[in-house]
């Protein structure tokens, strides 16, 4: 695809609301579309206003190459795929590379470790000798480990220890083992999010953009290669917002082919289609619900992607109907649609949420499994099981909301987008002659949980770009990206007293970088624009991607644990929050 096509697909106007085309040619509206570089009037197909079509890709190229009309069309098709899956291999190989590396527990995985073998072998969470499984001369030696039945308090739902029991059960308890389906899932969602952008901007280009920049974020790459919750919860929630995606573009085909066509063959509003037609089942919003069960089911911050994007669905399906041409949009959606939008994602994600706990309800020892079983009272219809697990949650609830332990790496969630205080998973100082070591003054070894600062920094004014695009040009697109990140992001701001961490910001890296590639396609100018125009923006767009890049190759060493000298780490410290 061109940078023209992208740019214009990226760009062309997305609010709902525009004058017809009569109107819009002598208009005080239109003069300022003009002035905000617009030179289309509308689309006159309602159809196409609906779900607007992927471009045309491009077959010169392919045609060069001495391949037929039919054959370039099929290559050329084919690079919706292959660009996402290319960036997925690059990503992969990353996030692969020496992933045993160090060979020993890091951080809180000598949690989730050891509760997912647990999982495995019992059921549920037993307990262990503290610092067992952290002796790395018994790593790979599970047999040797006491693993007791004796049952554990966990605060943290078992489904996100399930995903990482899945590694250990192929490779063992060591730690390739428990980090490989974090290596797995970071890679995927890198595949995921360029063809979420691919759908979101209409562009193949701009997708593998998306996809690129989180391959190279630091703080999605280091989550990559630990074993703990965070990324199982944003992974699951990009599945979600990928469904729903598919979704609003799969209901407004149907109320698009419902629409009435004249004999020039353009559909137009109608308010009958608009306010009559049912969109029936809508199995991508049930398979939403289903992934944003398993979020809630691996951290409960995942609760929230689950609350916003049900009212993000609802704000797309009154946006549908009133494109349609329903006289009362908001009470057609009432009527027609957020019956089946609750239904489909709210019971959905309940079931799928209480399936991650079959262990536990099938184990005879689990913790306060059997806490309701002689209890009666107002709710003794309830069966006992879920009274109990009622019971248990009600119990993690107040140690979560009352955690006020200080940690020296606790940070605000105000400081999390310009990389105020990072965590720090693993450090080392080894001597001359040690671990690799060749520096007289001595080397340090760190994964440093950090986000590729270029990235993020850049994020901020993306942000606010989309925030104007939302708010002033009614961009679609912007509300569901800034939707997704605040939903990730500004629920941490009710807990600012407890202890809480920057890497859970991992949750929402892939909505910023849909943000940087949103900015990026701004760039490139809009239709219309002159060649020197789109040069120079082609220029500022490729030399923020490769900044970027560099940036990632440069903190490599401190997100992997590499040995370095002394001053090439003290050279990356470039604040003093960041130590």
């Not at 990324?231 to 573009?249: E, S, T």
């Not at 004999?263 to 939403?288: C, H, K, N, V």
Request: net charge positive; hydrophobic share 45%; aromatic share 16%.
């Amino acid at each position: 695809m061109t940078s023209e096509t992208a740019t214009e697909s990226t760009l062309h106007r997305a609010d709902e609301g525009a004058p017809d085309e009569a109107a819009q040619e002598q208009s005080p509206w239109a003069r300022r579309l003009r002035r905000f570089g617009y030179s289309e009037r509308p689309r006159r197909d309602t159809r196409e206003r609906l779900v607007p079509p992927f471009p045309e890709p491009g077959t010169r190229v392919w045609e060069r190459l001495g391949l037929g009309p039919a054959l370039a069309r099929r290559a050329a098709k084919a690079t919706g795929w292959l660009g996402p899956l290319l960036v997925a291999v690059l990503a992969g190989g990353l996030r692969f590379w020496h992933l045993g590396s160090p060979r020993e527990v890091v951080f809180d995985e000598t949690y989730y470790a050891k509760d997912a073998w647990s999982l495995l072998k019992l059921g549920y969470e037993g307990t262990w000798p503290d610092g067992k499984v952290a002796n790395p001369q018994i790593l790979g030696h599970p047999q040797t480990i006491p693993l007791s039945d004796a049952p554990g308090y966990v605060v943290h739902p078992p489904m996100g220890k399930w995903v990482i029991a899945v590694g250990e059960w192929m490779f063992g308890l060591n730690p390739f083992g428990w980090r490989f389906m974090m290596a797995l899932l970071g890679t995927l969602s890198v595949l995921m999010l360029c063809r979420i952008g691919r759908r979101l901007f209409r562009s193949t280009a701009l997708g593998c953009v998306a996809g690129l920049l989180m391959a190279v974020d630091g703080l999605q790459f280091v989550m990559s290669r630990i074993a703990l919750l965070d990324l199982v919860i944003m992974f699951f929630a990009l599945a979600a917002f990928g469904c729903l995606l598919i979704d609003r573009d799969w209901a407004r085909a149907r109320l698009a082919a419902a629409l009435p066509v004249n004999e020039d063959g353009f559909a137009g509003p109608d308010q009958y289609a608009a306010s009559r037609t049912g969109l029936g089942w809508r199995p991508w919003r049930i398979a939403a619900g289903f992934f944003l069960g398993l979020a809630a089911a691996s951290k409960w911050n995942g609760l929230y992607f689950l609350a916003v994007f049900a009212v993000m669905t609802v704000a797309w399906d009154i946006g549908a109907r009133r494109l349609a041409g329903a006289r009362r949009p908001y009470l057609t959606v009432l009527r027609k649609d957020a019956g089946w939008s609750l239904l489909s994602l709210f019971p959905t994600a309940v079931v799928t949420y209480l399936l991650t706990w079959t262990g536990w309800f099938a184990s005879d020892n689990a913790y306060g499994r059997h806490w309701a079983d002689h209890r009666g009272g107002t709710w003794s219809w309830i069966p006992a099981p879920i009274r109990s697990l009622w019971h248990y949650e009600v119990q993690v609830y107040d140690f979560n909301v009352n955690l006020h332990t200080p940690h020296p790496y606790q940070s605000n969630p105000w400081s999390w987008i310009v990389l105020g205080r990072p965590v720090s998973y693993y450090f080392e100082s080894p001597k001359n002659g040690q671990d690799g070591c060749h520096t007289a003054s001595g080397c340090s070894r760190e994964i440093l949980a950090l986000g590729t600062p270029l990235l993020w920094w850049s994020a901020c004014f993306a942000l606010l770009y989309l925030l104007y695009r939302w708010i002033l040009r009614r961009d679609w697109r912007a509300g569901a990206i800034v939707t997704a990140a605040a939903a990730g992001w500004l629920p941490w701001f009710a807990y600012q007293d407890r202890t809480i961490f920057y890497f859970y910001a991992v949750a929402f890296v892939p909505y910023l970088c849909l943000a940087v590639t949103m900015m990026i396609g701004a760039f490139l100018g809009p239709p219309g624009s002159s060649e020197s125009r789109r040069m120079w923006g082609a220029v500022g767009a490729g030399t923020l991607v490769l900044l970027i890049v560099w940036n990632f190759i440069y903190f490599f060493p401190i997100y992997t644990g590499m040995t370095i000298p002394y001053s090439g780490w003290q050279a990356r410290m470039w604040f003093d929050s960041w130590i």
